[in-house]
Each structure stands twice: as structure tokens, then as C-alpha cells.
């Protein structure tokens, strides 16, 4: 599979590439390219926003800026899946990760705060994606949660198994993970349930199927 995030501030990601999940999958199952608006941009000096028609705080990310942008990387052929990282966005869901990891290519438009020029979102995107109703002072963060949540699904990047019984997966109806317990087994008082400590599979089993949240 392969990501190419376009963003203002590519240094942003280099943890992120560190860490499993993505560390163990670059070059293998994922190929991942960070593009720098700045490298493509019409304008001078390196510019790739302005202020809105209309007034009002903050600046906005030119819609020319990102045409220049993705027409440097693709050409004429312009991308299935170009994907702009906007609270206006459908939500991401699990589900919405699972039909994102089936993609060979994904395109991840990042922006400052909330600052896409409505034309980039309308005409140069295929799909808009939120995180979550609230604001963000980086844009880039929405990009990786997406880029992590995906990445974490492609083969390899986890043990063998772990990745199917946890919360959201169709092991536990798409909720959320039982309660996890772990030594000592007793704490101030605080105790770990009797059928843990039981031995009794079956009965564990049980258990966590009862207390899915």
C-alpha cells in the first residue's frame, strides 16, 4: 500500500515513521511519502496560504496551491483516493479504517486548523474525513491518526492475532474491549476477579463476553 500525506510540515511525521506500527511495515507492506506544499507552490517565497474573501481570523490554504501540488506528483492522472482531513468530514470509524486499508493508494490532504479553501475539499478531494468535533491547532495530527489507524491493519504490522480481538473488531461485535486485569492480584484492596485467577478457560471466556462495553 502506499500514502503520500501532503502537508506544511513533513519533520512533523518523523516520530510517527520511528514506532510500530509504521516502523516495521515501511518498505515492505507500506510505502509512505511526505510532500511538502511548499516544494510546489506558485507563489513566491514559499507562500501557500492567504486570508479569506470576506474577512475574518486566521489564514487559509490556497486551492491553487494544492492543484500545483498534486499536479507535480500525479500529472493528468489524478488519484482514486484523495482524502482532505477536515472537521466537515464523515467521521472515522473502524469501519471507515477497515474500507481504507483495502486501498493500494491512499492521498491525505493536511492543512492548519481549519484552513482548507472550500474549493480544495469540493473539487480537488474524493472524500473529506474527520477525527472529531473539536479544534485542533495542528492540522497534521488528523493525518496521522488516520495514517496509524490504517497502517496498523496492513499485514505485518502486528503479532499474529492481536489485531482481532480488540475494541471495534467483528470478534467483539464492534465494541469495546472486556476489562483487563493484570498482577498483583491484589491491590489497596482492589482485587482481581475470582474467574480470572480460575484457570477455567471456558469460564473466562464467558467473562469477557459478558463484560464487553
Same mark, same amino acid.
Given at each position: 500500500m502506499r500514502i503520500d500525506v501532503f502537508t506544511l510540515v513533513p519533520h512533523a511525521f518523523a516520530w510517527l515513521t520511528e514506532q510500530r506500527p509504521i516502523a516495521g511495515i515501511l518498505g515492505t507492506e507500506l510505502e509512505l511519502r511526505l510532500l511538502n506544499y511548499r516544494e510546489s507552490?506558485? #507563489?513566491? *517565497? +514559499?507562500?501557500?496560504?492567504?486570508?479569506? @474573501?470576506?474577512? %475574518?481570523? %486566521?489564514? /487559509?490554504?490556497?486551492?491553487?496551491?494544492?492543484?500545483?501540488?498534486?499536479?507535480?506528483? @500525479?500529472?493528468?492522472?489524478?488519484?482514486?483516493? /484523495?482524502i482532505a482531513m477536515s472537521p466537515q468530514g464523515r467521521?472515522?470509524?473502524? *469501519? /471507515?479504517?477497515?474500507?481504507?486499508?483495502?486501498e493500494r493508494h491512499l492521498t491525505l490532504l493536511s492543512a492548519r486548523f481549519e484552513g482548507f479553501d472550500e474549493r480544495i475539499v469540493e473539487h480537488l478531494a474524493?472524500? *473529506?474525513?474527520?477525527? %472529531?468535533? @473539536?479544534?485542533?491547532?495542528? +492540522?497534521?495530527?488528523?493525518?496521522?491518526?488516520? #495514517?496509524?489507524?490504517?497502517?496498523?491493519? #496492513?499485514?505485518?504490522?502486528?503479532?499474529?492475532?492481536?489485531?482481532?480481538?480488540?475494541?471495534?473488531?467483528?470478534?467483539?461485535?464492534?465494541? #469495546?474491549? @472486556?476489562?483487563?486485569?493484570?498482577?498483583?492480584?491484589?491491590?489497596? +484492596?482492589w482485587q482481581v476477579p475470582d474467574v480470572l485467577l480460575s484457570g477455567d478457560h471456558a469460564r473466562i471466556e464467558a467473562w469477557r463476553k459478558e463484560h464487553v462495553r
Open positions: 507552490t506558485p #507563489l513566491r *517565497a +514559499g507562500q501557500v496560504d492567504d486570508e479569506p @474573501y470576506g474577512g %475574518g481570523a %486566521g489564514m /487559509v490554504l490556497r486551492v491553487d496551491v494544492v492543484a500545483a501540488a498534486l499536479e507535480r506528483v @500525479y500529472g493528468d492522472a489524478s488519484p482514486a483516493r /484523495v467521521p472515522l470509524t473502524q *469501519a /471507515v479504517v477497515e474500507e481504507l486499508a483495502g474524493t472524500d *473529506a474525513i474527520s477525527i %472529531g468535533p @473539536y479544534v485542533l491547532s495542528n +492540522g497534521d495530527l488528523p493525518a496521522m491518526v488516520l #495514517l496509524d489507524a490504517v497502517a496498523r491493519r #496492513l499485514p505485518g504490522a502486528l503479532a499474529a492475532g492481536s489485531g482481532e480481538v480488540e475494541s471495534f473488531s467483528d470478534e467483539l461485535g464492534g465494541g #469495546l474491549e @472486556y476489562p483487563h486485569y493484570t498482577r498483583p492480584a491484589e491491590f489497596r +484492596g
